[in-house]
């Protein structure tokens, strides 16, 4: 794990929560209107976690999560970003199908809906799914919401590199490879 890092990954505050506090393993990616090449490209191996509020819609969840997103949503403050969690990419798969990401549902807070709507937005682009080891800061950083991290898109650099010192994993290593290795075999599987 690198001692400093500026790259952050934009996603839904709800995902990043449930990253944070092991809830889940994975990340679904199709990426942003903005994207630099034009669809998301899993670039960077390691990277903070930026806790974004567009696009987040209740429909879009497994009931089991719905309940999460309302208390999370009216406690955010528009002005400033907390960046509480980083994640190292441990594995990066390319989704063949619903069926295939409905498998690892286990793993994500996505329902159907959200993943038959991932596919069918620039249908040609690749689905990319993230398997992250995330680890939580000793403290949130807040940082204010620069212009420069507006917009539909999924990478950003932030404006200055902030230190993972001290971060700790959120799942014991031996839990971690487990929840790993499981969603490995379901992802290789043939749908």
Known sequence: ?????????????LACKMLQEGRQLLLIRKGGLREEEGRFVPRYPEFFLFPTFEHQRAELLQDRYKSELEPLTSSSNPGQVVISAYAVVTDVFQARSEEQVMAA???HIWNAEYVRQRFDFNPYDPLTLLVLRVYVLPQPIVLPFLKAYEGCRSWITLDRALSTEGAIPVLPTAEFERRRESLRTILARSF
Do not use: G, I
């Open 105 to 107: 549902a286990e793993e």
């Open 1 to 13: 794990m690198w001692n400093t890092n500026d790259r952050a990954l934009k996603e839904w505050a």
